[in-house]
């Protein structure tokens, strides 16, 4: 007989066995000595049947020992940055269920096992942790902000699906980790996360669980204003590659408006006296008018090719096996 449980204010469901299915957290870190050891305990206390990864990379302190000691399986990834490390545990890592989170102990393992149930029971692809500090000291001058206007601009340009698209608090199907073309460096990795769920159209949630400080001799390699920029330049990037047609476009808007208000004036003199008396302006509206039209043709042969590639990422993500099914367990309920 299975219990019934509530996600999210809906009607009762029964609640699964998450014990019954392979579990991997993964927790990338870099120089996290003060935090690791409490990190992978706290996971072990929440769930107890899961497999803990810490990859180290390239830490100067006793990252690896400490991790090692509370009884993580620690691997190693020497290309620096956090992107490189998502990748690798992504490639490495053969689970059903997986939870990404970082080792600075600001989150609560606590909350993993609702994030885990409430992917499993509504059979989603993805959950976002969406960080409800403690007090407002939690984040750094900044960044509350930061993480407002770059959750706006994706959700502005892909869909507004999340309010904190910078999390590093996610729980994650087989199927989302092995569809997922892992191609950032640093920092940005989140934003690829979220835009690859959002143009793969998955089954996403978001829920609020507790952000705290950083304990006592832990600090943030998060560099405010580097990888704002790296993270915005990613946006742009994502936005070129996923949604040509709408770049190209708008490039095309831009170019067309300054080349007919350079030629208006030019015209309108034309149309007067019959005279065309500033022949470099002219050649210059000309060369814009043409440069906006070969933006528009570009971002129609592009848009093909990005529908093409997301029809092999679908098909790449069909092939592999969703998690099991809800449906034998709510029948022996009833």
Known sequence: MHQLIEIDGSAPVPD???SALRTAVLIPCHNEAAAIAAVVRDFRAALPWAQIYVYDNNSTDDTAAQARQAGAIVRRESMQGKGYVVCRMFSDVDADLYVLVDGDDTYSAVSAPGLLRR????RLDMVSAARIGET?????RGHR?????????????FGNHFRDMLTGYRVFSRRFVKS?????????IETQLTVHALEMQMKVAEVETPYRERPEGSYSKLRTFRDGWRIVKTIGVLFKEERPLAFFSACFGVLALGAVGLAWPIFAEFTRTGLVPRFPTAILATGMMLLAFLSLASGLILDTVAHGRREVKRLHYLATPPLPSMDSASEEVS
């Open 16 to 18: 699964p066995d998450l």
């Open 119 to 122: 992917l499993v029971v509504e």
């Open 136 to 140: 407002r000291e939690v984040y750094r």
């Open 145 to 157: 902000l930061g993480n407002r206007i770059l959750t706006g601009m994706v959700a502005g340009l």
């Open 180 to 188: 997922f073309p892992a191609l950032s460096a640093g920092f940005e």
